[in-house]
């Protein structure tokens, strides 16, 4: 069975502190993983990662996959209080279809 | 960016009664939906999958004949919640794409609450 699992399950942190949030997965047939933001509602697209070792940026989030350990992680650094969110990690599986296996999401407090 | 809505967005009913969501893409062709529910603190969990013109694909232990997909047109799908229950209670979420997954955009979701 597909999973993905995403750690910690939340986290509280200070204005301006940095944050890992980590993903793993176990998936037939990988093909991407991909990064969202759900703030009230919408899932919001972060990035998608389909190479080991490229990292992807977007001011100050930053993202990195490693296929050989099954896992990515998030960056966010100076963090703000409108960083406050859940971070959703979803991998792209192509059996049966092109389909998203969600994580339970890293629900992330920042405190100003 | 490309928009997706949802109606209603909650919508309380009682047990036995029936319920219909739909989903929307605005200002985009959908050839794909996608229903999830998520549950509290849990994840996202794929429904089912619909391809305008098509009869949807159900994720295992989904019942397709509770959970009823119609993708009528490229803009809208439906989602029926037949015969609802109390444990049908959750949030259901679409989302629409057209081309490569990560074009897949996601509507604000709808609140189930089934008493």
């Known amino acids: 069975e597909d999973k993905v699992v995403q750690s910690p399950l939340s986290l509280v942190v200070h204005e301006g502190d940095t944050v890992t949030l980590n993903c793993s997965y176990e998936?037939?047939?990988?093909?991407?993983l991909l990064w969202y933001k759900q703030e009230k509602k919408a899932p919001t697209f972060l990035f998608m990662l389909t190479s080991s070792g490229i990292e992807k940026k977007s001011g100050r989030l930053s993202s990195i996959l490693d296929k050989k350990e099954l896992s990515s992680i998030l960056n966010i650094t100076a963090t703000q209080t409108g960083d406050s969110a859940i971070y959703l990690c979803a991998v792209e599986a192509s059996v049966g279809g092109n389909k998203l296996v969600f994580g339970a999401g890293t629900i992330l407090r920042v405190k100003s | 960016g490309a928009v997706v809505s949802q109606h209603p967005s909650w919508v309380i009913c009682k047990s036995g009664t029936s319920v219909k969501i739909e989903c929307r893409s605005l200002d985009f062709q959908a050839t794909t939906m996608f229903w999830y529910r998520q549950f509290p603190k849990q994840s996202l969990m794929l429904m089912a999958t619909?391809?305008?013109?098509?009869?949807?694909?159900?994720e295992q232990g989904v019942e397709k004949d509770k959970f009823l997909i119609n993708h009528a047109s490229l803009t809208l799908s439906t989602l029926t919640v037949t015969s609802a229950h109390p444990e049908d209670s959750s949030f259901y979420i679409c989302s629409a794409g057209g081309g490569a997954i990560y074009e897949q955009y996601f509507g604000p979701g709808t609140r189930l609450t089934v008493t």
């Open positions: 998936v037939t047939n990988f093909r991407s």
């Open positions: 619909s391809n305008e013109g098509s009869k949807a694909t159900y």
